[in-house]
């Protein structure tokens, strides 16, 4: 597929390789722009490859019944990386009628996990028990 994805994630330089309600992929090239002052990525970059890719499935899985949003997000920084490409995959773990859990495994170009998260995301659907 490799396709840009737009806002934040774009100008992180996120591609998508695959986007279904099953599984998501993202890919990232690590350049120093995503350095922190040490020379290694920032744990908001994991964060943010974490969040995009369950938002991303999440969104998918709804369709047009509605739209999500994140309410958590608990990412686990598991190994320090300063080059190469950063490869997201996002599944679902539970998805109901109003909230959905995915989580999402970032290994480096040698298939070696360096983070893991999840998040926990709201299903927002038209008149879906809002209080006027």
């Known amino acids: 597929m490799d396709m840009p994805v737009g806002g934040f994630?774009?100008?992180?330089?996120?591609?998508?390789?695959?986007?279904?309600?099953?599984?998501?992929?993202?890919?990232?090239p690590v350049t120093q722009a995503l350095h922190q002052v040490f020379g290694i990525?920032?744990?908001?970059?994991?964060?943010?490859?974490?969040e995009s890719a369950a938002s991303i499935g999440a969104?998918?899985?709804?369709g047009d019944e509605g739209r999500v949003v994140g309410v958590a997000n608990q990412t686990d920084f598991l190994k320090a990386v300063?080059?190469?490409?950063?490869?997201?995959?996002?599944?679902?773990?539970?998805?109901?009628?109003?909230q959905q859990l995915w989580q999402v495994h970032i290994t480096?170009?040698?298939?070696?996990?360096?983070?893991?998260?999840?998040v926990r995301l709201q299903n927002l659907r038209p008149g879906g028990g809002r209080r006027s």
């Open 9 to 28: 994630d774009a100008q992180l330089g996120v591609r998508a390789e695959e986007i279904s309600a099953e599984r998501v992929e993202l890919r990232l």
């Open 41 to 50: 990525v920032h744990g908001g970059v994991y964060c943010a490859l974490v």
């Open 59 to 62: 969104a998918t899985w709804l």
């Open 82 to 98: 300063s080059g190469g490409e950063l490869i997201a995959v996002g599944t679902a773990v539970h998805r109901g009628y109003s």
């Open 108 to 118: 480096d170009g040698d298939g070696q996990l360096v983070a893991r998260g999840q």
